[in-house]
């Protein structure tokens, strides 16, 4: 596994976080027909929250993104995304693995959506994840805390 390491985000990698989303979540979406190439990047724009999101960095150069926002009753681990060159090398399951630890430790209950059909599924279940409800394009996850 290449060596990471998590920063807090700014305002200024809101166009990267964007463009990396549009290439990740690209086949999902034209597979389940709701690719739109504006869309795609408008919605992250529109809910970006650098306060609770962190770039993850490999080499010292930009290679995804992950949010954890508090709700109510949980947090919610949002806008999950890896470049795809670095996806399956162990880099996701550490950031993951990091972040669920800090919910653990305070007792917060996580949940998630994913959609329909995509590998990450997989990497939530792994990590303890389970489906809560699902629609015909999202699949909504729960994991309690250990």
Known sequence: MAEWHMRPASVSDVEAVVELRAVVMRADLERLGRYDEQRVRQRLRDRFDPAH???????????GCVALRPAEDAHWLEHFYLAPDLQGSGI??????????????????VR?????GSPARRLYERHGFTAESEDPVDVFMVRKPD
Do not use: K, M, P, Y
């Not at 999101?53 to 290679?63: D, Q, R």
């Not at 996701?92 to 209950?109: A, M, P, Q």
């Open 53 to 63: 999101t962190w770039v993850i960095e490999v080499g010292g150069a930009f290679a």
């Open 92 to 109: 996701g399951s550490g950031v993951l693995r990091e972040l669920l630890e800090r919910c653990d430790s305070r007792g917060v209950l």
């Open 112 to 116: 998630l959506n994913v959609l329909q």
